[in-house]
C-alpha cells in the first residue's frame, strides 16, 4: 500500500522547477514503473510526488546539428519505434528492442530509467559508450553532464534536489563505428538484467582505433571497462588479443551476490559477454 503524499500534477516545465525551489524534498514521477514499486516496498519515501508526465515539451526525438536529442519523457516504446534512433543511436534502439514487455516500454520513461539510478538500467551503458550527456535544470541554470558521471551509488545520483533531467543528448558519430548490446537475463528482455554489456568500436584496417565498453549490474553503479579498452586500441585485431582483452574485464567491475545471481557468476559472465560483444562488432572483419 502507497503511503499518504500529497500529489502535485504539471504540464509546463517552468511550474514543476517552481514548485521544487519551494519543495526540494518532493520526488519527481515520470513513468512511474520505479517509483511506484519502491513507494508501496517502503524502499523510498516521498510527503509530495510531483508528476511531470504531462509536461509535453520533454517528449521528443530531435536530429539537429549533429546531434540527436531525446527529451526526458521519451518512453522507451517510442525509442524502439523511431528510425533516428535506430540509425543513429543504434546502441540505446537494440536495448530498447530487449526491455520489458510492452505495457512497460509505453509507460516508462527514458529519463525515469536513467534517474532511478538502477545499477542494473539497460539504457544507461549504451548511453555511456555513445558519449552521450544529460541536461539538467532548475529555475536558475541549465548544465550538461557526462552519463558515466551522473551515478554516485545504487539510487543516488548528483542531481540536486530542485534540478530536473530534461534531455539526453547524443553526438552523431561517422560510420565506422560498430556496435554490440548483449543483455543476461532470467529470460531475454522481461526481467532485470544480471549482466548488460555494451560496446562500440572503430578500426582502421587490422587494427583497432578506438573502442568504448561499459557494463551495467557488475558494480554499485554502470561502469566503463577501461582496462579491456586500454588493452585493445592500437593494436591488432586477434582472436587472441580479444580473448585477452576480455579477461580484463575482472579490473573494472565489483559485483555483489543478490537474489538473482551471485557475484561468481557474474564476473564469469562479464568476460563471457565481453567477449560475444566484441566478436559481435567484428563479425565482419579478419581475425586470427
Known amino acids: 500500500m502507497i503511503p499518504k503524499v500529497e500529489y502535485y500534477r504539471f504540464k509546463a516545465l517552468d511550474d514543476a522547477l517552481r514548485f521544487l525551489r519551494q519543495y526540494p524534498g518532493s520526488k519527481i514521477l515520470a513513468g512511474g514503473t520505479d517509483l511506484v514499486v519502491q513507494l508501496r516496498s517502503g ?16 517528449r ?26 535506430r540509425d543513429h543511436a543504434q ?4 536495448a530498447a528492442n530487449n526491455f520489458a514487455v510492452w505495457q512497460i516500454r509505453n509507460i516508462a520513461t ?32 541549465q548544465r550538461e553532464i557526462k552519463v558515466e558521471e551522473f551515478f554516485k551509488g545504487p539510487g543516488e545520483t548528483v542531481m ?32 532485470l538484467s544480471i549482466v548488460n554489456v555494451a560496446v562500440g568500436l572503430k578500426t582502421y584496417k587490422d587494427m583497432i582505433e578506438d573502442v568504448i565498453v561499459a557494463l551495467g549490474s557488475v558494480a554499485p553503479t ?17 582472436r587472441t588479443r580479444l580473448e585477452e582483452a576480455s579477461q580484463q574485464v ?13 557475484a561468481e557468476y557474474r564476473i564469469e559472465m562479464s568476460k563471457i559477454l565481453v567477449r560475444r560483444a566484441l566478436n559481435e562488432c567484428l563479425k565482419n572483419v579478419f581475425t586470427t
Open 250 to 262: 575482472v579490473k573494472d567491475i565489483k559485483p555483489i551476490s543478490d537474489i538473482r545471481a551471485s
Open 60 to 85: 521528443y526525438i530531435r536530429d539537429e546539428d549533429g546531434y540527436i536529442r531525446i527529451g526526458a519523457l521519451t518512453t522507451i516504446e517510442e525509442l524502439k519505434n523511431s528510425e533516428t534512433v
Open 160 to 191: 540536486e534536489k530542485d534540478e530536473i533531467l530534461t534531455e539526453i543528448v547524443i553526438p552523431k558519430k561517422d560510420s565506422g563505428w560498430r556496435y554490440s548490446f548483449i543483455k543476461l537475463g532470467k529470460r531475454h528482455s522481461h526481467i
Open 222 to 238: 554502470p561502469v566503463r571497462a577501461r582496462s579491456v579498452e586500454d588493452y585493445l586500441k592500437n593494436h591488432r585485431i586477434t
Open 110 to 141: 527514458i529519463g525515469g530509467n536513467i534517474c532511478n539510478a538502477s545499477p542494473a538500467a539497460d539504457t544507461v551503458p549504451p548511453l555511456i559508450v555513445l558519449n552521450a550527456r544529460l541536461r539538467l535544470q532548475n529555475v536558475d541554470r
Open 43 to 58: 524502499k523510498t519515501a516521498a510527503r509530495k510526488l510531483v508528476d511531470i508526465s504531462g509536461i509535453d515539451e520533454l
Open 91 to 94: 546502441l540505446l534502439w537494440k
